[in-house]
């Protein structure tokens, strides 16, 4: 994979990408949380994976252009502020929702990768008010779930790839699966994304707490807003026998599963993979 962006600077001198739509900085209790917000439509809200930044959702929110897309960093990532004390993922929700509610919005749609599909089910079940429309990618149902490949999961538990260019390029394919594996190019955005705004160490970790004390096995028939869970059948970190879980065990829940796709599916089949969410949301 070392012909990938050979162009590229190293992560730590990588510049910030320019700025999604409209970015501000809106305090949420002791936080300050930034947040984009881009587009016109019905509103729906992303929530990243762990260490994510707003920047990394720019090929999903370039192929959903008639939706208004709110994108956030959650603390500890990008340019929010990072929590003192490492806090369960329910904490992560309540912040979600209580941001929803400052911005102004009274019921948005949701969309959480990964880490931020576990902040999700959280959302759903604790503050249903706010979630119109549920749509989990590449996600787990919590401790216990299906585990990922070693490999992968060895990686996860440090920030590295975020700070260091050479050391994603390599672990990429292995980590992401998918596309990443026959297409490195498609990784070139990433790495900007990703090196423009790196999670702190502190902030990864509390995150990462946050990822290995969720569950949502006792609450999940409890989820009331319609479900879409997608997953791709070739993502090492999270199995596609998770996504079969989570569509079994919430009431009415679709599941979409993505040939070929990796964890990063969102970002490097955006084009394919939007009309699905546009269709189960609602064409506007």
Not at 75 to 90: A, K
Not at 251 to 270: M, Q, R, W
Request: one cysteine or more; aromatic letters at 6%.
């Amino acid at each position: 994979m070392s012909d990938a962006g050979t162009d590229m600077e190293p992560m730590a001198t990588i510049a910030p990408p320019p700025e999604l739509g409209k970015t501000m900085r809106v305090r949420v209790g002791q936080h300050r949380i930034r947040v984009s917000i881009s587009g016109e439509g019905p509103p729906l809200l992303l929530i990243n994976g762990i260490g994510g930044n707003i920047e990394m959702w720019r090929p999903l929110i370039e192929a959903m252009p008639h939706r208004q897309i709110i994108a956030f960093d959650m603390p500890g990532t990008g340019g929010s502020s990072t929590v003192l004390v490492p806090r369960p993922m329910y904490f992560m929700a309540r912040i979600t929702a209580a941001l929803v509610r400052k911005l102004g919005y009274d019921k948005v749609d949701v969309l959480g990768v990964s880490w931020g599909g576990a902040a999700a089910q959280h959302l759903a079940v604790g503050f249903p008010g706010v979630v119109r429309r549920l749509v989990l990618c590449a996600t787990i149902p919590g401790v216990p779930s299906v585990p990922g490949s070693p490999q992968a999961m060895s990686v996860l538990l440090s920030r590295r790839r975020y700070t260091d260019r050479d050391y994603l390029e390599k672990v990429a394919p292995t980590l992401y699966g998918g596309r990443i594996r026959s297409e490195p190019e498609l990784l070139a955005e990433q790495v900007r994304a990703r090196g423009g705004r790196p999670p702190s160490t502190w902030g990864y970790m509390t995150q990462l707490f946050s990822a290995m004390t969720f569950t949502n096995w006792p609450t999940m028939n409890m989820v009331q807003a319609p479900t879409l869970v997608m997953s791709g059948d070739d993502d090492p970190i999270v199995p596609l026998a998770n996504a079969r879980i989570l569509a079994f065990g919430i009431p009415g829940a679709k599941l979409h599963v993505i040939e070929g796709g990796g964890h990063l599916f969102l970002h490097t089949s955006a084009p394919e993979v939007a009309p699905v969410i546009d269709k189960f949301l609602g064409t506007p």
